[in-house]
């Protein structure tokens, strides 16, 4: 009769490892325990402010901390939408962040194709020369951006030497145009091209079709992973843009979302709850974006950065 504690091979007798299992059953157990705490721990500031967006403002700040209060209110989010025109500033935030969303679209796929299946002579120079520029803070570039929007001719009142007037500062083009074709949405794009076969662009530059009629009808339906997860990504960047409206736009009837949480804080002071129901309002868009566009998000990610 075979000893179960050992197995024949042909070499000859082993032990088999019995502790192996249990060794890995710990590590999965101590995996996702590590895990579940980190998550808890990054989750805790959201979860504190839509508790204080329907506190009252007597339990905001009471010690110990009330993680759970069934005295809840509205209050807040009525102030919110009242105290300054909200409403107002969702649908400025939102115009500014879709047109920033079609013009990263349309333009960093046109130019991401360009870089990944033409061939031309400064390709791979002016490819690193946008590279480089991805490592160039953004807020290096602020100040030469303003003096071009300002004194951009035959626009906003300049003459055709760009003075006498405010330019494009003070308007939406203004914000839109300066990232309508971001370095980032022209890269991205390109590694997705350099994944799809060249195939089917020489089989219909056979049959005669345009370049551009080769991008928009073959390539550009197959790249919908990437342009959904590009979509998020630029969508989010001009929802939350602050700095850049903050400078450009000085017409409160233009003022996006983001200006307008700060109107909560004056005189050194914070009201909180407004300002936290606010914030929540805020955030909704990008969340039901990505809850709509998950699927394809995951997918862009997994496939965007596999060719070089």
């Known amino acids: ?69 069934t005295n809840l209110t509205f209050e807040h989010y009525y102030n919110a939408f009242t105290t300054v025109p909200f409403g107002l500033y969702f649908w400025n935030s939102f115009i500014l962040a879709a047109a920033g969303v079609l013009c990263n679209l349309f333009f960093g796929s046109l130019s991401g194709y360009a870089f990944a299946k033409l061939k031309f002579r400064m390709n791979q120079p002016f490819f690193r020369i946008l590279l480089v520029s991805m490592m160039v803070p953004g807020i290096v570039t602020m100040i030469p951006s303003v003096y071009v929007l300002r004194h951009i001719p035959l626009f906003g009142g300049n003459d055709l030497f760009g003075s006498g007037g405010h330019g494009l500062m003070n308007s939406f083009w203004g914000i839109i145009l300066p990232g309508a074709s971001g370095t980032f949405a022209v890269f991205f794009m390109r590694q997705f091209f350099l994944t799809l076969p060249n195939d089917m662009m020489e089989t219909a530059r056979i049959e005669g079709c345009g370049e551009f ?49 700060q109107a909560f804080s004056y005189n050194y002071q914070t009201d ?37």
Not at 29 to 45: E, K, Q, S
Not at 287 to 307: D, E, N, P, T, V
């Open 1 to 69: 009769m075979t000893n179960p504690e050992t197995i024949k091979t042909g070499i000859g007798t082993r032990r088999p490892q019995i502790g192996v299992p249990m060794q890995k059953r710990l590590a999965n157990v101590l995996f996702y325990t590590v895990g579940g705490i980190i998550a808890v721990i990054m989750f805790l500031p959201f979860y504190w402010s839509v508790m204080t967006s329907f506190k009252h403002d007597d339990d905001m700040f009471t010690l110990p901390i009330k993680w759970f209060t």
């Open 213 to 261: 009629k080769i991008f928009w009808r073959i390539y550009l339906p197959l790249t919908k992973p990437a342009l959904a997860t590009l979509g998020i990504f630029t969508f989010q960047a001009g929802w939350n843009g602050f700095l850049w409206p903050m400078i450009v736009l000085n017409d409160p009837a233009k003022a996006t979302i983001q200006m307008g949480l």
């Open 272 to 308: 909180y709850g407004p300002m936290m129901a606010g914030a929540l309002v805020a955030i909704l868009p990008i969340l039901l974006l990505f809850l709509l566009l998950q699927r394809y998000f995951i997918q862009g990610i997994a496939f965007s950065g596999i060719k070089g």
